[in-house]
């Protein structure tokens, strides 16, 4: 593949998901059998790519989903995800908890988190305002799932004008296939790359 050189100082990695409650043993979502068994591989291969970066002078972001109790303390669940995760009770996801927080080979590396509510790690959040105010013009997306928060993200990267990456194999979804689709509709607005090709471009600028 052959891709425009990268400035890492203007490039900004997003971390989507990669949070206790989605992918440790003890998580929500292990709990509920839902958890993506091919994401367990991710936070040892986008720990690499976030030390590079962040080796560069560039930045790492992260997105947490997060369950906000309502004044009872139950969680505000949109019905659509109620629907698709009837498992998710009081205390998942929860602002501060263990689950909410990024799993521990993730955690030191990222410079920003943003908490979100639905897919994408810009909506309703600060991370856009951040990104350019940091003077970030190019973006690289990795994390859980796919074809939901990693799509959806990247396309709001792409929305505002930013060079959008999405890592491949820095990213899962529950199976293959859906995998498979999900990157090879992102195409049509992102560069679609691996971990080792993104390194490459790093350290050919740093």
Known sequence: MNSAPINPRRTALIVVDLQNDFLADDGAYARGGARPEAALALPDRVAEVARSLREAAGMVTGSQFTLW?????????????HSLRPFLRRGDFAP???????V???????????????YSAFFNTQLDWVLRHAGID?????????????????????MREYRTL???????????????A???????VCEVMDCGEFTALIRARA
Not at 69 to 81: K, N, R, Y
Not at 166 to 180: F, K, P, T
Request: hydrophobic share 45%; aromatic share 2%; net charge negative.
């Open 69 to 81: 109790p309502d004044t009872a303390g139950e969680p505000m669940i949109a019905p659509h995800l």
């Open 96 to 102: 501060g908890s263990r689950g909410q927080q990024f």
């Open 104 to 118: 521990a080979r993730i955690a030191p590396l990222i410079d920003v988190t943003v908490c979100k509510v639905a």
């Open 166 to 180: 999405v890592l491949g194999d820095g990213c899962a979804v529950s199976s293959q296939a859906a995998h498979d």
């Open 138 to 158: 190019t973006v690289a997306v990795c994390g859980i799932v796919t074809s939901g928060g990693v799509a959806s993200t990247a396309r709001d990267a792409h």
């Open 182 to 188: 999900a990157l090879a509709d992102l195409k049509s």
